[in-house]
């Protein structure tokens, strides 16, 4: 039992396999409240896999230490899936990011895409279809905007949307959003751009005095092609 325990953790994460071996051996024949505080250690270790605890909770309640070693391995079996399956999932999830910065938004979406359950994965797919200019990113802004008001990634939405709405020339909508963003959630190097489309848009819309304000905060700005 030992071993097998011990190649599982070694799966799980080596920077924590001795600790938990130290915890876990010699406990299964020993006193009901050290076997107690152990299982709820292992319940919290393992605590990203359901049926891991409702074993565990099961063993702890009837304190039945003749069932011990087969409801044990059972659950391993079980929380070695979940294991698995969230595993590859993240990897997933890295692999889409990596593609997302990298600017290769198409490949990217498919693959926040099969991630519907997550709503960060879903918020980035929406990114991917605003920044190619889809023909469903306005769809897709606004589902995701309704859905989830507090996201934060809305800011980066928000942004984005204020860009290509800039780019189209609908200005009024283009202030109302670049409104939405914070400074500090535009990056760095495109605030003197952005500052400039701030005061565009306020100039179509004849309000020269907002304008005037954002073209001298470009002006003061360092050197820039604006």
Known sequence: LTSMLKSYITMVSPLRMSAFLKEMTGVFWSCSPVFIKTSKFFCEYCKYSKKMSIFVNYIIKQNMKTKILS???????????????RAGADESYRQA???????????????????QDDPLARGYAVLCAMKMDSNDADALYDAYQKEFVSS??????????A??????????????????????????????????KMGYCAFSED??????????????GSYNDY
């Not at 290509?164 to 500090?184: H, I, Q």
């Open 71 to 85: 409801l044990l391995a059972a659950a391993i079996c079980l929380s070695s899936a979940s294991y698995a399956q």
């Open 207 to 220: 309000l020269y005095d907002s304008a005037r304000r954002r073209f001298k905060d470009v002006e003061r």
């Open 152 to 161: 934060p990634l809305n800011s980066e939405m928000n942004y984005t949307q």
């Open 97 to 115: 990011m990596s593609l997302y910065r990298s600017g290769m938004y198409e490949r990217a979406r498919t693959l926040f895409e099969a991630r």
């Open 163 to 196: 860009l290509r709405k800039f780019d189209e020339g609908e200005y009024s909508l283009a202030a109302d959003l670049f409104a939405r963003v914070p400074e500090k959630e535009i990056p760095a190097l495109e605030r003197t751009a952005a500052t400039f």
